[in-house]
């Protein structure tokens, strides 16, 4: 059963809002109920914080005029509280700067409360999507590792890691990914412990996900990993190719 | 240092005589001691590091072990071996034997950069040792044979010459002068040339002045000399520096007055035409209320709302947005790139919730970086008219830049970052690896890449720590 929990300023918005959620709720027999409806950030977050929130469902006014939070803010609470949930935002406005909520939050939509029957059919279909999200979501289950970059937590899915490097800089250490590269702080052999299986540390600078070697040059003592070289240690050598004859 | 080598070594003969003469062996080494650090404080100083209080440490555990070792090998007999292998006067192995210690500390201490240590510490060291050389000149003429003079006199020495050291490194600005070197990008040979140039140039002096004979003019006046010309040099280069930084200051400044004043024209245009229309509508809204025909007065209504954002609101989100950056240098160049995006048709989405003054990083290096930013994304979707969003959001532990744009080619992680690689060909592709160096030299600023769902995403997080 998703709990929904709605804060708006607003008691008539509020209202239609919760309204029209439950509406949907009853058409489409969803497996949801409204857990609370709030004008104020506070009670909501004192609520949720009573209780360990697991995959809720928020729906956020995003112009609220509480001195404390605004609609960004409350969001970035919630999002600690509940990592796992899903916010949506209300807005009057269209130009909404929603990159930013994204970025900071990973909202997953907004809505424009602009005329009641477009509230109506948008809180209709973000229902619809937010369901259907749950459903791949569930089936998806490819594990990730999560590195810490600049106060942003980043997930990436382990089959697409290649490999991690030491940075120029000290403490520093960059994961080269199929689609990404992230310089976060932190260490190969903290990292190497982390990540389990499937991954070594190769050189000191150097560890490499085994199943992404293209080629070994042991003459140079080098390794292709993800269309790069990495140099292979001495101590290394024989620990590598043991771990690949497996 | 050989100077002081023959005294130390003179020194330690004394000891077994006379014992008061130890102390002047450890006034000799502290005094040096001292005039090394000042050359790695300077080293950071000018390089842009901040100063680390554990690595000075470091540097003095190195100094003492190089002493060490240069008593333990007799680093002097290698000197004349090598001189007579090589037929180089040994003076001129003098010199270098201080660079090279200089700069093994450096690299493994401060920078592994070996271009930039290497004309930095040659740079560093010979200044500070022509600097010494002078003073030493003096304190030798003054103290003419009196050994124990010449030691007294050691102490004002070595605080005049580390007074020296940071009048000149920080009234001339040299930080600000380095900054300008490094972004000429010169090549490694040529910066290898300057580096020898300059070695070989302070043992040249040093020779002349050991090998002459010590009257005021052969001993001190050579150095004065070259100090002076040095200080002028430098004053009239952060001169030119300094006025380049204001002309390219205030161009940008007008260019962004400029282009403020032609928006907002425009917004005033658009509210012209609204007017008339708003009012319109409202007679025909007026007429619909009194018929009673509601349905009617709800899309006349709605129409109006679109009409307002998409002749004026969309204007007036941009400037809205423009507003909240409160770093001029930073609106001027968003400005430029909006000029740039609205002649190659390319849609722009930024958004600046809130307000951002203030980030803990030079102004000019996150111009730089924004650029690049935005010079990759408008080269990839200028062709296709594509979409590229910015946003910039200021928040309690520092500020986030996102630039995205959509993605019409294969990418690959790796390559892009290497120096030399462009789409475009030719010299263009300077733009990820010179971002990487500028990024680099910050501990505060980190740099995440991503390509989701055919858009490649560069994130910058400039923290306060």
Redesign the interface.
């Known amino acids: 059963m998703l709990e929904i929990l709605i804060c708006d300023d607003e008691q008539s918005i509020l209202d239609y809002i919760r309204t029209e959620i439950e509406k949907q709720i009853l058409i489409h027999e969803y497996d949801m109920k409204v857990k609370g409806s709030y004008t104020s950030p506070e009670d909501l977050l004192h609520d949720l914080a009573g209780r360990k929130g697991r995959q809720n469902i928020y729906f956020l006014d995003v112009e609220l005029k509480d001195s404390d939070y605004d609609g960004f803010l409350l969001g970035r609470e919630i999002r600690r509280l509940d990592p796992n949930g899903t916010i949506v935002y209300v807005t009057s406005f269209r130009d909404l700067a929603y990159k930013t909520f994204q970025y900071h939050i990973e909202a997953f939509d907004y809505i424009v409360k602009d005329s009641p029957e477009q509230l109506s059919s948008s809180i209709g279909g973000c229902l619809k999507s937010i369901v259907q999200r749950l459903k791949e979501e569930a089936k998806e289950a490819s594990v990730c590792y999560t590195c810490r970059s600049g106060e942003k937590l980043y997930h990436i899915p382990i089959e697409d890691i290649y490999y991690f490097e030491t940075s120029s800089r000290s403490h520093c250490v960059i994961l080269h990914g199929r689609n990404q590269r992230i310089e976060f702080s932190g260490n190969l052999s903290d990292i190497e412990q982390e990540i389990g299986e499937g991954f070594l540390k190769i050189h000191r600078s150097y560890l490499i996900a085994l199943d992404k070697i293209e080629s070994i040059d042991l003459k140079h003592n080098e390794v292709k990993v993800g269309g790069s070289i990495c140099a292979i240690s001495r101590r290394m050598k024989s620990h590598l190719l043991e771990k690949i004859g497996q | 240092m050989k100077l002081r080598m023959r005294w130390i070594r003179q020194a330690a003969f004394c000891y077994i005589r006379n014992r008061g003469d130890n102390l002047k062996l450890i006034i000799n080494v502290f005094g040096n001691l001292l005039w090394v650090l000042s050359i790695f404080w300077a080293y950071q100083k000018i390089s842009g590091m901040k100063v680390s209080q554990k690595k000075m440490g470091g540097v003095v555990l190195l100094y003492f072990l190089t002493l060490l070792i240069e008593k333990l090998i007799h680093v002097d007999k290698l000197v004349l071996y090598l001189s007579q292998v090589t037929g180089i006067h040994p003076m001129l192995f003098l010199g270098l034997e201080i660079f090279v210690v200089c700069w093994i500390i450096t690299l493994l201490l401060f920078d ?1 950069n070996i271009k930039r240590s290497m004309f930095l510490t040659a740079a560093v060291c010979t200044g500070v040792q022509t600097i010494f050389l002078a003073l030493n000149g003096v304190v030798t003429l003054v103290a003419d044979g009196d050994r124990q003079l010449y030691y007294f006199l050691n102490f004002p020495m070595t605080a005049l010459l580390l007074a020296a050291v940071y009048l000149i490194v920080e009234k001339l600005n040299l930080a600000r002068l380095f900054r300008e070197f490094e972004y000429r990008n010169t090549s490694f040979p040529v910066t290898l040339g300057i580096t020898l140039f300059i070695l070989l140039g302070y043992d040249m002096l040093s020779y002349l002045m050991t090998a002459a004979s010590r009257s005021i003019w052969t001993q001190m006046l050579p150095c004065l000399f070259i100090i002076i010309i040095f200080t002028l040099s430098m004053v009239y280069l952060l001169n030119i520096v300094s006025l380049k930084d204001k002309k390219k200051y205030s161009d940008m400044m007008l260019r962004q007055q400029e282009l403020y004043i032609q928006d907002l024209e425009k917004i005033q245009q658009n509210m012209r035409v609204f007017k008339h229309d708003y009012k319109n509508m409202m007679s025909s809204i007026y007429l619909q209320s009194r018929e009673g025909n509601t349905e009617e007065i ?1 899309k006349t209504i ?1 129409r109006m ?1 679109d009409d307002f ?1 998409e002749e004026i ?2 204007k007036m ?1 941009l400037t809205n ?1 423009l507003a909240n950056i409160q770093m001029n240098e930073v609106k001027s160049l968003i400005y430029q790139k909006i000029t740039i995006m609205n002649q190659l048709h390319i849609t722009l ?1 930024l ?3 809130y307000p951002v003054c203030d980030v803990k990083m030079n102004v000019m290096d996150l111009c730089r970086v924004l650029g690049i930013l935005l010079d990759n994304a408008i080269e990839e979707v200028k062709d296709q008219q594509g979409d590229i ?1 910015v ?1 910039l ?1 200021s ?1 309690e ?2 500020l ?1 830049i ?1 630039v995205d744009n959509q993605l019409y080619h294969e990418v ?4 892009i ?1 290497k120096e030399g690689c462009s789409t475009k060909g030719g010299q263009r592709g300077m733009g990820l690896f010179s971002l990487g160096k500028i990024i ?1 030299k910050y ?1 505060n600023v ?7 769902n055919h858009r490649f995403i560069q ?3 400039i ?1 306060k720590e």
């Open positions: 592994r709800e709605s709302i954002d609101g969309k989100n947005q989405h958004e600046v919730l969003n946003v959001s928040q532990e520092g986030h996102i690959n992680m790796t390559d970052f680099e501990p980190t740099n995440a890449v991503q390509i989701k994130e910058i997080a923290l």
